[in-house]
Structures are given as structure tokens and as C-alpha cells.
Nanobody, 122 residues
Framework: VQLQASGGGLVQAGGSLRLSCAAS????????MGWFRQAPGKEREFVAD????????YYADSVEGRFTISRDNAKNTMYLQMNSLKPEDTAVYYC????????????????WGQGTQLTVSS
């Protein structure tokens, strides 16, 4: 499956933004989907996961209660709604797909989008 992430940008602390990840090439519903992020000088880290139907979601402690992952299988698209943004959320955000899940490590995902930059100013 090919993935295309979009929606990043510059936002002030406390603001909101929604990322999108459009999938193509394979049946979207066959994939467990996830969001990861990577800040400069840091390893790529898990942000959120969502199951094939969207019925189960998983979050990193650092974003729990502020971020919401969702998917629209009819549109082959996954989303990440980010609220109450903090400067420490600044990173390149990547979407990823795996035939199985949940997974919380980058190596467990087979397909990756190109990343979209989020910058949160203080």
C-alpha cells in the first residue's frame, strides 16, 4: 500500500491541527494503521494506532487525551486530530501500515508515508 501524509504546518502552542494519510494500491481495510513522529536528533516514536475497522485505538501516554486517531475506510484515509498542541509535539509525522496489529514499534510496520512537518511555536 502507498501512503501519502499531509496537513502539517506551523501552529501556536495550544492550537489544533489535523493530519491526513491517504492510502492507495491495496485494500485499505486490510491494514492496521499508525502514526509515528520523529523530532530532530531523536528516534522515531509511536504516537497512535487504529485497528482495521477503527473500533480500537491506542495512544502514547504523551498524546493521550489531546490527539485522536480515526479512519474513513470509504475514503481510504486515516486522520490524526491534534489539540492542545505543545512545542514538544514538534516533529515530522509519519503514517504507517501493517497487516497485523496493534504494533508500537516502527520495525513492525511494512509501509510508510513520506512524512509531514509539524512545528509548534511557544
Amino acid at each position: 500500500v502507498q501512503l501519502q501524509a499531509s496537513g502539517g504546518g506551523l501552529v501556536q502552542a495550544g492550537g489544533s491541527l489535523r493530519l491526513s494519510c491517504a492510502a492507495s494500491g491495496r485494500t485499505f481495510t486490510r491494514y492496521f494503521m499508525g502514526w509515528f513522529r520523529q523530532a530532530p536528533g531523536k528516534e522515531r516514536e509511536f504516537v497512535a494506532d487504529i485497528s482495521w475497522s477503527g473500533g480500537s485505538t491506542y495512544y502514547a501516554d504523551s498524546v493521550e487525551g489531546r490527539f485522536t486517531i480515526s479512519r474513513d475506510n470509504a475514503k481510504n484515509t486515516m486522520y490524526l486530530q491534534m489539540n492542545s498542541l505543545k512545542p514538544e509535539d514538534t516533529a515530522v509525522y509519519y503514517c504507517a501500515a501493517s497487516p497485523s496489529g496493534p504494533h508500537f514499534l516502527p520495525d513492525d510496520f511494512d509501509s510508510w508515508g513520506q512524512g509531514t512537518q509539524l512545528t509548534v511555536s511557544s
